[in-house]
């Protein structure tokens, strides 16, 4: 338990980082509402054709009793409009991050020199970071894809699918944000994508107390662009968690100054 709240004042503190920084969180805000917009407009026509398409696949249903397959379709178009949110929250942060790279990777350095000790990133051509952070976030993507059917399958298991199915979607999705809001910081110190996700696992409680918060916040169109910048700063402070810096190197010690010769000692000065 303790872990877990450890999580939530990691978000909370980077919360209060941009608070303190209004420039960053104002130009941070910008990416995330360019993203939204998209994610908007994306939902919207999931849910104007969601119950279309069911109905398409869904061809038995019609010669069921009635009122079983407006129930059964009904079901069904809730369940594939609540994966496409799952889906849409997940996907909102790399989109957002891949949009905004060069002002969040220069927002997490900042929080990390104000902590002290800030990693020097590698040198790696620009075509090479843009490469890898799109095939990481695809990997990520592909990830949350196959856990989204998984849920939305086990939607459909009476009590289960309405009580665990759904808490079980936001521990989903904590972990995922966790992972993706983390990138930058990770990148960073030359972390790989694999190496990320046993990190966080390690410390999972940690990382759900900071990501699940974070994940049904971001349910709130407007809430996700206003807190998008803190969750960049605390997914650094999490990182920093994860993998503290190194101890600042001994200093050896001064030699100690000679003592001044009493007369009559050999060498002394003669009175």
């Known amino acids: 338990m303790g872990d877990v709240i450890r999580g939530v004042r990691l978000l909370a503190d980077g919360q209060r980082w941009v608070l303190r920084h209004r420039r960053d969180w104002r ?40 009122p079983w397959p407006g129930l059964f379709r009904g079901l069904l178009t809730a369940l594939l409009f609540g994966a496409g949110l799952l889906l849409s929250v997940i996907s909102f942060t790399a989109v957002t991050l891949l949009v905004g790279d060069p002002f969040y990777e220069a927002l997490s350095a900042r929080v990390e020199r104000g902590e002290g000790d800030c990693p020097q990133a590698p040198e790696r051509p620009l075509w090479r970071e843009v490469w890898t952070a799109v095939r990481d976030s695809a990997r990520v993507l592909l990830w949350a894809a196959v856990f989204g059917v998984l849920l939305f399958a086990a939607g459909f298991v009476p009590v289960a699918g309405q009580t665990v199915v759904p808490v079980a979607g936001f521990c989903v999705s904590g972990f995922f944000l966790a992972l993706e809001l983390t990138t930058v910081a990770f990148e960073r110190r030359a972390v790989d994508l694999t190496a990320r996700t046993r990190l966080l696992r390690h410390r999972l409680p940690l ?20 807190l998008m910048p803190g969750a960049v700063a605390g997914a650094t402070l999490l990182v920093r968690e994860l993998l503290p810096p190194p101890p ?11 003592s001044p010769q009493e007369p009559g000692t050999p060498g002394a000065a003669p009175s």
Do not use: E, K, N, R
């Open 207 to 226: 990382v759900l107390g900071f990501g699940v918060p974070l994940a049904a916040a971001f349910l709130v169109p407007f809430v996700a662009v206003v």
């Open 248 to 258: 600042p190197p001994a200093q050896p010690d001064a030699p100690a100054a000679a």
């Open 27 to 66: 130009f941070g805000m910008v990416p995330a509402l360019i993203a939204l917009v998209g994610y908007v407009v994306a939902l919207v026509v999931l849910a104007l054709w969601a119950g279309d398409l069911v109905d398409w696949a869904t061809p038995f249903a019609d010669h069921w009793a009635s």
